[in-house]
């Protein structure tokens, strides 16, 4: 094992403010993950680094254990919201106090990564959002998508009771409190927004911090013009149905 | 009318066989069959009885008990379909944490080994 911190015992054993775990979900992301992961650990030497691999086809495995990175490799192909959750699931079970979540292409810069984290620790709140609408930071953004986060925030602000600047980020960090509620229950499709939901359920609080995002360093996004109707269709029946739901039962053995 | 009964007949006799071929192959389990054989079943019923068919038309205000019957197959078939969705939903949601478990349990005897 390269990085011993990252099993049970050397968690237990690490001091409870340094009990952050850096989560980075990826899927094909062999051209930007290895500098992203080598950017964190520069930023916060610290953390424990993990990226989950999503099944990807290309050396992101490789390029993210050469880099420094434990990686928790997915069987098969799960998507970014079962991605994300196995990673959680993982982080929850070796006792991580907190969890900040990355992405893999590049886009969210690791220097606020402390920034999230002084948040997270200080404020009392279960997540935070790396938000780039706030204080007018550095926003590259399509224009579609710009609509679609406009709607999202319109909707969200009378479910969630306070205004949400930036609904799309994945650049978020959650506390214990927060890891064992997405540890359970975690959506599966663009989840960002549905999991603001999640946390609504349980009386739970984020606030934002204000961060710049950067083009992404390789790859292609997952979400392109053409699908961005359907995400915004299937993100507001997402969080409507989040409204409605019921906690599941446990399944009958 | 009567070629329409007859229509639905055959269909259904046939969907039967099917799905009782498809059991004793094992390509379908005996749990999923029944929501099929129901359904046939109900086919086969309609289509045979007139004077259901006709009390269900009247019932549903309908003056001509095809439609009766159209209407029931759509819903029949709407309720087995529904019931496959619940069935595939609850498939997904095993599969994924069985992955997420599975990788994290691999995850955990590298480090082990490692360490040894």
Known sequence: ???????????????????????????NEAGAIGGVV????????????????DASKDATVSQASAAGAEVLRLPYHLGLGGCVQAGYRLA?????????????????????IPDLLKVLRTSGCHMVIGSRFYQGNGVHTSVVRAIGIGVFRLVLRPILGQPV?????????VNREALQVFSQSFPLEYPEIEALVVLQRKRFRFQEVPVKMRPRQAGRS?????????????????????ILKFERRPRKK | MERLLDAVTILSL???????????????RV?????????????????????????????LGLTYPPFALILLVSCVFVVV???????????????IAMAQRLAIVEFQLHNQNEKQ
């Open chain 1, 92 to 112: 929850y079970e070796l006792g991580y106090q907190y969890v900040i979540r990355v992405d893999g292409d590049g886009q969210h810069d690791p220097r606020y």
């Open chain 2, 81 to 95: 379909i529904y019931r496959l969705s619940v069935v595939i939903s609850d498939l997904k949601d095993a599969n």
């Open chain 1, 165 to 173: 600047r930036d609904p799309t980020s994945g650049f978020v960090g």
């Open chain 2, 31 to 59: 749990e999923y069959s029944v929501s099929w054989l129901a359904a046939s079943f109900i086919l086969l019923l309609l289509s045979r009885s007139r004077a259901l068919l006709n009390w269900i038309s009247n019932q």
């Open chain 1, 1 to 27: 094992m390269k990085q011993t911190a990252v099993n049970q015992t050397a968690v237990n054993q690490t001091n409870a403010t340094d009990n952050f775990l850096v989560l980075i979900p990826a899927f």
């Open chain 2, 14 to 28: 046939a969907l039967m066989i099917t799905v009782l071929f498809s059991v004793r192959r094992s390509h379908i």
């Open chain 1, 38 to 53: 080598k950017e964190v650990r520069q930023v916060v030497p610290k953390a424990q680094v993990l990226v989950v691999d």
């Open chain 1, 222 to 242: 997952s979400i392109t013009a053409v699908k961005s109707l359907y995400y915004i269709i299937h993100v507001l029946l997402g969080v409507f149905i989040n």
